[in-house]
């Protein structure tokens, strides 16, 4: 048995990960041909890409996916930590799945991801929720075939999670959800330690995949027919830093842009790390889609001090319009925390008035959620929850209503969509713009997903845009 270690966690040293291939145990492989499953996944594109992998995985030891939780022989839990929220979630499924594995005695139910990092949910687990077969971590997922092996075999609760980072596995299966849309991990972990956040401990340091590498499986998803490709990473704008002494984001997005991919985009941007070169590049190359999500997180400098994000109101404006300037036609999404330890009415206003200032094309909004074992959990915190969730909605409502203004500029003119499904009413299609914004649209011809399509924008919504193609 493994249990995490925050001590550990937060370790960060010159020690060597080696690049190793994943290969399967030929015992293991079909052994379970029959049994069915069933992931749960919570959180970001991060984890919906690992449980891409899980599946390959679970399907190499003969299980079958199933639509429900209720049909399965194995449920998987692959969870996320960011805020108590997405913890209620994944314990309030636990508790549901214990009443089933009641009437289902054979049930195996599994949790991966992000919460099995955490010194404080594994306790947990082993108090309460005795009846999970397994706990597996996030820096050795590729052991999940043979931890399932062991807690079916040995019938005994398995956890194995490692604090620190192991070696960095390639050519683990995968299973893609979208055929046309692929996630493409360039760097795993996070070394920026902002201090409200829980990442660079459940994920480790951060580690670059080699450019090779990268390559390698771009090249194989361009000859599979995929028109996108999603870079994700933490902190994108570290890649490379690791690895190579001249070789960064820029130089990776340049590469993959000579290639023959309609579209790539890439997730999250740091703002502390975005150089001059990455934004040449975004601006010089069709293929790279012109949206750039760029987390701002407060518009208070003193506030942006206290969470540790290394850039202050004043030079994420000036990158912001930089990047207006250089990169032509160029939406620009973000990520803003309300209510953080400290955060004053007057800190409140400068984020509004931020947010004026940039009328962002996309914003995720939260309320500060204390994480345990982060620093930012120790500060004194007197704002009431009920004034936070007061600004919440004061926020919401100026994001909105720039959603909607930036939405209705786009009326009348014509955007490239890719066709990602048809709705189920009669030639409706929808898919996403270049600057990443849902349309729902009509057409008289029978459009493949897959397609990319020239669509005339004739109504504009909040959330999406309407149009005819
Ligand atoms: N690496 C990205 C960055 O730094 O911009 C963001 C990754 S995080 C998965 C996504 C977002 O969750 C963050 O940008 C932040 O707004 C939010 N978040 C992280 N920790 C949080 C916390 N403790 N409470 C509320 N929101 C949080
Ligand atoms: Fe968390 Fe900050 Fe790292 Fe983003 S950059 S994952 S917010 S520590």
Redesign the pocket.
């Known amino acids: 048995m493994h249990k995490p270690d925050y001590k550990e966690a937060r370790t960060r040293d010159k020690r060597d990960y080696k690049r190793m291939d994943f290969s399967f145990d030929k015992d293991i492989l079909n052994k379970y041909c029959g049994k069915t499953y069933y992931i749960k996944t919570y959180g970001?594109q991060m984890n919906e890409h690992d449980s891409e992998n899980i599946s390959a995985l679970l399907e190499k030891l003969g299980f079958k996916k199933v639509d429900s939780y209720l049909k399965a022989d194995l449920v998987l839990l692959n969870t996320c930590s960011?805020?108590e929220n997405a913890h209620n979630k994944a314990f309030g499924m636990l508790g549901r799945l214990k009443h089933l594995k009641n009437e289902k005695k054979d049930l195996i139910v599994g949790l991966c991801g992000c919460m099995a990092q955490e010194t404080g949910v594994v306790e947990r687990i082993l108090k309460d929720y005795k009846f999970v077969n397994f706990v597996l971590g996030t820096h050795n997922m590729y052991q999940l075939p043979e931890i399932i092996d062991k807690a079916i075999v040995d019938n005994s609760m398995q956890i194995e999670v490692f604090s620190r980072e192991g070696d960095l596995y390639e050519g683990l299966p995968v299973i893609r959800a979208n055929p046309y849309k692929a996630y493409v991990n360039i760097i795993y972990g996070?070394d920026?330690f902002?201090t409200?956040?829980?990442?660079p401990y459940t994920r480790g340091r951060e580690r670059s995949r080699k450019k090779e590498d990268i390559l390698l499986e771009i090249d194989q998803l361009i000859k599979d027919g995929y028109k996108e490709v999603i870079l994700l990473g933490?902190?994108v704008n570290a890649y490379g830093k690791d690895l190579y002494d001249d070789y960064n984001l820029g130089d990776l997005l340049e590469e993959i842009a000579l290639k023959d991919i309609p579209r790539i985009r890439f997730m999250?941007s740091?703002p502390w790390d975005f150089t001059d070169k990455m934004i040449e590049v975004i601006g010089k190359y069709p293929n790279i889609m012109p949206s750039v999500h760029l987390?701002v997180?407060s518009g208070s400098s003193r506030i942006l001090k206290l969470m540790g994000r290394r850039y202050t109101r004043e030079s994420y404006l000036e990158l912001f319009h930089k990047m207006k300037n250089k990169i032509p036609g160029v939406s620009i999404s973000t990520?803003?925390?309300v209510g953080f330890p400290g955060e004053e009415e007057a800190d409140f206003l400068e984020t509004m008035s931020l947010v004026k200032e940039c009328q962002f094309d996309n914003a995720?909004t939260?309320?500060?959620?204390k994480?345990e074992g982060t620093p930012a959990c120790r500060l004194e915190d007197f704002v009431p929850l009920e004034e936070k969730e007061e600004r919440l909605q004061r926020l919401n409502e100026v994001v909105n209503y720039y959603f909607l203004e930036n939405h209705k500029r786009l009326i009348g003119k014509t955007l490239k969509v890719l066709v990602e499904g048809i709705s189920s009413k009669k030639n409706q299609y929808y898919g996403y713009s270049e600057n990443n914004q849902l349309i729902n649209f009509t057409s008289q011809k029978k459009l493949k997903a897959g397609e990319i399509v020239d669509v005339m924008i004739e109504e504009a919504k909040t959330w999406s845009l309407d149009g005819r193609s």
């Not at 409200?196 to 990442?199: L, Q, R, S």
């Not at 939260?366 to 959620?369: E, L, V």
Request: glycine share 0%; charged share 15%; aromatic share 16%.
């Open positions: 970001c960011i805020r996070c920026k902002c409200y956040c829980i990442v933490q902190n999250t740091h987390p997180q990520d803003i925390i995720f939260f309320i500060f959620s994480r």
